[in-house]
């Protein structure tokens, strides 16, 4: 309760400057050297699909609404917690309303109604509106319940974040407060697990056993506030035969694998365009080498990214969820690295021959596998897959091997690292200014930089798929501009002066907009959005992590 509290005042107003080392130390003392709170991944998992399960969403008129939305709900069963949150340019107002049970979903959406009206497409879901009450004389309200967040979707303003950093009284106290104020929250995670539960919802009939996993930063726990939800569609459970006689009459396809997933996909990007309340803005990339389908759900203001069949991003998830509890400077180490980098103009929304979020989270864990002349404070993932117990055998569709220790409660790994926040930037940047990326690969998996397997300007090693470079995306010239933002970036954070216009790692984010990516600069006019717009369209038709030829001229 006290964490969840902790980080709902974060995220408050006017507690700028408060000391929060002392309240996380008591809150994480002992908590990364045992390890005693660690959830294993799938268990997080778990937990969140059940909350969805028991889940509704429902448009009010306004936060108030809540104690009439609450009685009239109670008639379906005892609820357990309602978020409030506002979505869209209006704004229009929600409540999500979490039940005790998973039964009294099913008695509210059996009375549910649709209005009256013959252009609607009358589907069922558990997003909801919640209309005003005809009869004046409304229930009257007893209960007690509070609203556990309000708006609580709303990302903090950049203007108070950078007041809330200019209080800080130490770099390493700057990097925390980032983390804390701009880390995903407990309801954007809800909202993400209920947009994964609409699609299995809307396929039920026909795929009664079909799970949305969401994956990557809003599960891995290096997401912020606003994340996009990454989710792969599985249409049916993995079953060993035991034996059973009765065989389902299925489909089967004449074509290749990857024409009847790109057909499949296709289908599934209609249906969600045509029937799905609140998605919009579909888009299939069937091309790419992973085909996804992307949309924006406005009930839940998460932007989609839909792929079907592949569980490798699902435990590349697991691994990171694995690396970033092992200690508890890993995951904001690694939020200033990917908010630096997006200040700087290195990162952006779009997809092009630009380095990405993940691209940056696997080198500074790379990083912290190997500080520059300090011990080691993660662990290699071969040490990991060494440690691997039965239960943590997993293997993808194509045979890729994904068995590695899943719970880091076994792990016998002590960091011996004391190092401070600031400290291990600062080695970040000195370690990766002066990194041979010309001849090295990094690599996870033995903690050390290996020998280039291929020439790709950066190279880094796709942990779970070996043969694959994550980065493969990087042109010359935007490596050039990454490393020389790094360079500048160690300039700026040692010059330690307390200027009243942002110090530390505020003056990392001074660069803004300063330069536009390398590959822009030959295209004339039209802003710098319009024009990254036209190259990742370009991109994306092309091949998501493939650099195609015809972009490049
Ligand atoms: N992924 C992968 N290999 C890649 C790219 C992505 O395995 N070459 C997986 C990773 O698990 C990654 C996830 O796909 O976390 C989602 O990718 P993406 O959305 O690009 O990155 P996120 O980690 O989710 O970061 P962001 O907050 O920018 O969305
Ligand atoms: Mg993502």
């Known amino acids: 309760l006290l964490k969840r509290r902790w980080a709902h005042w974060t995220n408050l107003e006017g507690i700028k400057g408060m000391k929060i080392t002392f309240l996380k130390r008591l809150l994480h003392e002992g908590e990364t050297k ?30 108030k609404s809540y104690k009439e939305l609450e009685t009239y709900c109670s008639q379906y069963g005892a609820i357990k917690e309602m978020f409030h949150y506002k979505a869209g340019k209006e704004p229009l107002h929600f409540i999500l309303v979490e039940f005790q049970k998973e039964a009294s979903v099913m008695k509210v959406l059996r009375d ?9 497409v009358p589907v069922e879901s558990t997003f909801l509106w919640f209309r005003a009450s005809k009869n004046n004389s409304v229930k009257k309200q007893t209960s007690q319940l509070v609203l556990t967040i309000e708006n609580g979707n709303c990302p903090l303003s950049e203007e108070n974040l950078r007041s809330k950093l200019q209080a800080c009284d130490s770099i390493s106290e700057q990097i925390e407060i980032l983390y804390e104020s ?18 299995e919802v809307a396929l039920s009939g026909i795929f009664p056993s079909a799970v949305a996993f969401p994956f990557g930063s809003c599960v891995n726990g290096f997401g912020k506030m606003n994340c996009d939800l990454d989710v792969v569609l599985r249409l ?40 799905l309340p609140g998605c919009s803005q579909v ?28 569980m490798s991003g699902v435990y590349m998830s697991d691994l990171l969820h694995i690396w970033g509890s092992t200690d508890a ?11 630096w980098a997006e200040e700087v103009g290195l990162t952006n929304n ?43 055998k997993y293997i993808t569709e194509d045979g890729t091997d994904c068995s590695f220790l899943r719970d880091i409660r076994k792990l016998k ?141």
């Open 34 to 63: 045992e390890y005693k709170h660690f959830v294993p991944f799938f268990e997080v998992i778990k937990t969140r699909q059940k909350q969805a399960k028991q889940s509704i969403l429902v448009q009010v008129q306004s936060k």
């Open 413 to 553: 790994f002590k960091a011996e690292n004391n190092e401070d926040l600031e400290s291990l930037l600062i080695q970040f940047f000195e370690y990766y200014s002066t990194f041979e990326f010309d001849k090295k690969a990094i690599c996870l998996n033995q903690a050390t930089p290996i020998t280039k397997p291929e020439h790709n300007s950066l190279y880094i090693v796709n942990p779970l798929e070996r043969g694959l470079n994550v980065s493969k995306n990087v042109s010359p010239e935007e490596l050039e501009r990454l490393r020389l933002e790094m360079r500048n970036a160690l300039w700026a954070i040692q010059l330690k002066e307390k200027k009243a216009d942002g110090w530390g790692i505020l003056s990392l984010f001074e660069n803004r907009g300063r330069q536009f990516p390398s590959i822009l600069s030959n295209i004339p006019v039209k802003s710098h959005h319009t024009r990254l717009m036209e190259i990742s369209k370009l991109f994306e038709e092309e091949h998501l992590d493939m650099v195609p030829k015809e972009t490049e001229s």
């Open 283 to 310: 888009r299939k990339i069937l091309q790419a080498r992973v085909p996804i389908i992307k949309y924006y759900q406005q009930l839940t203001d998460v932007e989609c990214d839909l792929s079907m069949g592949n």
């Open 182 to 199: 701009t880390k995903l929250n407990d309801l954007g995670v809800r909202l993400r697990f209920l947009s994964a539960r609409q699609i």
């Open 112 to 120: 549910c109604e649709h209005i009256q009206d013959s252009q609607i």
């Open 329 to 339: 400077r890993v995951r904001p180490l690694v939020f200033v690295v990917r908010k």
């Open 236 to 275: 049916t459970k993995d079953k060993i035969s035991d034996g059973n006689r009765l065989i389902y009459h299925c489909k089967a396809s004449g074509t290749s694998e990857r024409l009847t997933s790109q057909r499949h996909m296709e289908t599934i990007g209609d249906f969600i365009h045509l029937f």
């Open 350 to 392: 779009f997809p092009g021959r630009w380095i990405t979020n993940f691209s940056l989270t696997l080198m500074v864990l790379a990083f912290l596998q190997k500080p520059k002349n300090s011990p080691p404070i993660l662990p290699s993932l071969n040490t990991l897959v060494k440690l691997a117990g039965s239960n943590d």
